[in-house]
């Protein structure tokens, strides 16, 4: 394995073995430090912190037993891990409806007992694999793409173009232990792309500026 996967694979285990929580908030399954391009808007990023917290605590007053995530980019909440029954998973998508500014819910709960420590460890080495094979990757934006694995599926979102989209998940495919690939991205063209890229890059001098 490459330096920087290792790295990352460390970290990333020694994380999830020290969390103990049932809920977790913004994919703690995620590489999140390496969020350095950010494709939504500022107003929108802290949008997706309120939703996530707020999402929480409306998960946590239903009492739910299980063991839920709670990922939100540009006001699309992605739903992972086990709930007891269908019932409760259908619970907990209508309270993060319900939740201020949400704008689509993605319920990718599973009616199962609750992952194990050893499983989540293994699903955060996984993303740590994902995101290290998407920096490798010349023609990606790594640090767009927010990567949350869950019982070895990986979820994928971001703001990114159907190019994009299909390049990060055939990649995120070849990652050895990766069962399944799911894509929860919000498909831009590539001339928003374009608007994008021009309005992140710093302004150039103008003609004969000292």
Known sequence: MRPLALALAAAAAA???????PLIVGGAMVGGSMMVIDRRTS???????????????????????????ITSY???????????????????ERAVQRVENVRSVANELAVAGSSSLGSRSTDSIITSKV??????????QAPSIKVVTERAIVYLMGRVTEREATRA?????SV???????????????????NLQRATQPAQPASGAR
């Open 131 to 140: 995101k290290a094979t998407f920096v490798d990757a010349k023609d990606l």
């Open 169 to 173: 998940a055939d990649l995120a495919r």
């Open 74 to 92: 540009n006001r699309m909440v992605l739903l992972t891990g086990e709930v007891p029954s269908e019932d409760d998973r259908q619970r907990v």
């Open 15 to 21: 994380a999830a073995l020290s969390a103990c929580a």
């Open 43 to 69: 107003g929108a990023q802290v949008e997706d912190q309120g939703i996530e917290l707020k999402a929480a605590a409306a998960v946590r007053d239903l009492a739910t037993l299980g063991h839920v995530n």
């Open 176 to 194: 050895s232990g990766v069962h399944k690939v799911v894509r929860v991205f919000e498909v831009i063209s590539e001339s928003e792309l374009a």
